[in-house]
């Protein structure tokens, strides 16, 4: 029941309805309780394998990469007291966190999720907030200390996050490299009166070659 309301305030309440989920086996949604709602709401559950790549392979690696950001910001270099001596809780500054990945361009889109999702990019508080005001009270200039520290804070974990991503994929993947006469392994599913055409766009690749 707890994963149900979850869903329900965190995702249904935001985006509707969905029509699947993709699980691996978890649990929590082959229990009886997901399998009657499923029933009920007409949605689906698709299993898939876990840790497979060919699955579900860009989510996987978008979480792990998601986990790694909220373990850096939570756990290294942000003081959690303001000048007052008032402890926050680090679970009530997450919001700084999402909102800088919402709000940060991503490589394969070019855009940020903020402006793919709803069409607009939201306005920050460092484009609004005053810089040269003298006469201010001291709560208020320690509420701006504090947004401006998280805002840092939240782009520093999220680039080293995102670098060391990076890192990892570059580490167990090379960019293979063609040369002239390579034999082309290719796969598709081309009529058998196709393949001729097939073989002539290759050769005016890549030069004169083999296919395998």
Not at 32 to 44: E, F, M, S, V
Not at 180 to 202: K, P, R, T, Y
Request: hydrophobic content about 40%; some cysteine; proline content about 3%.
């Amino acid at each position: 029941m707890d994963t149900a309301l979850l869903i329900w305030n965190r995702v249904i309440s935001h985006t509707g309805l969905f029509e699947n989920i993709i699980s691996d086996r978890n649990p929590k949604f082959t229990s009886a309780l997901w399998t009657n709602l499923n029933k009920l709401l007409g949605t689906k559950i698709l299993f898939s394998t876990t840790y497979h790549p060919q699955t579900y392979g860009l989510a996987e690696r978008m979480i792990q990469t998601l986990e790694d950001m909220i373990i850096r910001f939570c756990a290294y270099g942000l003081e959690l007291e303001d000048s007052n001596g008032f402890t926050h809780d680090w679970h009530t500054l997450i919001p700084a966190l999402e909102l800088a990945y919402k709000t940060s361009i991503h490589a394969p889109t070019g855009k940020n999720p903020a402006m793919l999702q709803k069409g607009w990019n939201p306005k920050l508080q460092f484009d609004t907030l005053k810089k040269d005001l003298v006469d201010i009270h001291q709560n208020s200039s320690s509420f701006k200390i504090l947004l401006d520290k998280m805002r840092h804070h939240a782009n520093k974990s999220m680039n080293d996050a995102f670098e060391y991503a990076k890192q990892k994929w570059d580490k167990s993947h090379k960019t293979p490299e063609f040369k002239v006469g390579d034999c082309h392994m290719v796969e598709c599913d081309l009529q058998l009166a196709s393949i001729n055409w097939s073989f002539n766009w290759f050769n005016n690749l890549f030069g004169k070659s083999s296919l395998c």
